[in-house]
């Protein structure tokens, strides 16, 4: 009788314990699913300025992940390690050592912004928009504000074309600080010129516009991005495909709902991303038809199929839109 008591009270006591000792692991989970097609909150994800968006009929969706707080109890890990719709994972993968969850949120989100200018890109590429000089954000106390603004293309500063970052660079640096000039822009297709004084340089000779500038396509329109709560680079290929679907001469979905994940480059390069079973679960939840994986994580998907929810293999955009156009036509897209 003493031996059973003894045999209940460390039941107890480790029931108590597994439920308050925190455990270096976080929870992963099938997190919330966004159409870039569609709207959150009666704005639309992708919104299109200087003509009008394609009307859509199917989906094109971004799938993430949900992940928990730090610090799991023991007994929410082991529930965890049995459940097939949670995936839990060492907290460092999650939260880096020396980063704080608050530090950790900030760079995923700049990682998802990043993205949305590489989706950008290569959406405008793949519409074969020529790459010139644009106007990326203007630096604190610009003598271009007012002047100039982001996504204008520089066509000249001073009469002489900049149709490159070395050639805009080599420009500025033979124009003295303090220098009134004009800049001719093009601003969504319709051409411009501003009166810019510009500012000395601090580490070199010439001078500066005040501008951070980058090279990429430009096209007559402009395209914004609005996601809010989403952190990460893994949904460049959906973002990059929802432009391409609301700007381009083809429908990509057919009316179906595709999902997918991947991050994406300027070049159209597809890139691996965490999470995978998990967003094909949310994916095999709302009903989605085709997912487009990354081909490096080709073996985790196929180690957890959902029934119903066809698999196709992409490593960049052009095999994407190949899947698509399969897809559209009734083809097995190229798989795992």
Do not use: H
């Not at 608050?102 to 793949?126: G, I, K, M, P, W």
């Not at 982001?150 to 420009?171: F, K, M, N």
């Not at 994986?293 to 199929?305: E, F, M, R």
């Amino acid at each position: 009788m003493a031996v059973l008591s003894v045999g209940v009270v460390l039941l107890v006591v480790f029931g108590v314990l597994g439920a308050a000792v925190p455990v270096p692991y976080v929870a992963q989970v099938p997190g919330p699913t966004f159409d870039t097609l569609g709207e959150v909150e009666g704005e639309p994800i992708i919104s299109v300025e200087g003509r009008d968006r394609n009307e859509a009929e199917g989906e094109l969706v971004l799938t993430t992940v949900g992940v928990s707080r730090a610090g799991l109890s023991l007994v929410e890990a082991v529930q965890g390690w049995f459940d097939s719709e949670v995936s839990v994972v060492p907290e460092e993968t999650v939260y880096p050592p020396g980063r704080s969850e608050q530090e950790t949120r900030d760079a995923n989100r700049q990682a998802f912004l990043t993205s949305e200018e590489a989706a950008e890109a290569a959406a405008l590429a793949q519409l074969g928009y020529p790459v010139k000089v644009a106007v990326r954000g203007l630096s604190d106390d610009s003598p271009a504000e007012g002047r100039l603004q982001e996504g204008d293309a520089i066509e000249s500063v001073g009469g002489r074309p900049t149709p490159d970052l070395a050639t805009l660079d080599a420009v500025l640096r033979s124009i003295p600080g303090g220098t009134t000039v004009p800049v001719a822009y093009t601003r969504l297709g319709q051409p411009g010129t501003a009166t810019v004084t510009t500012r000395a340089a601090d580490d070199r000779e010439g001078s500066l516009l005040g501008v951070l500038v980058r090279e990429q396509p430009t096209a007559p329109f402009d395209v914004d991005i609005a996601v809010e709560d989403v952190g990460g680079p893994s949904a460049g290929l959906m973002l990059t495909l929802g432009i391409l679907d609301l700007v381009g001469d083809t429908d990509l979905t057919g009316g179906a709902t595709v999902a997918g994940t991947g991050t994406i480059d300027a070049n159209g390069r597809v890139g691996p991303i965490g999470g995978i079973q998990l967003k094909m679960i949310a994916a095999e939840e709302i009903g989605a038809e085709l997912f487009l994986v990354p081909a490096d994580n080709c073996a985790d998907a196929l180690a957890a199929p959902q029934p119903g929810l066809t698999l196709a293999r992409v490593s960049d955009l052009d095999q994407a839109m190949t899947a698509l156009e399969d897809f559209r036509a009734g083809r097995t897209p190229q798989t795992c």
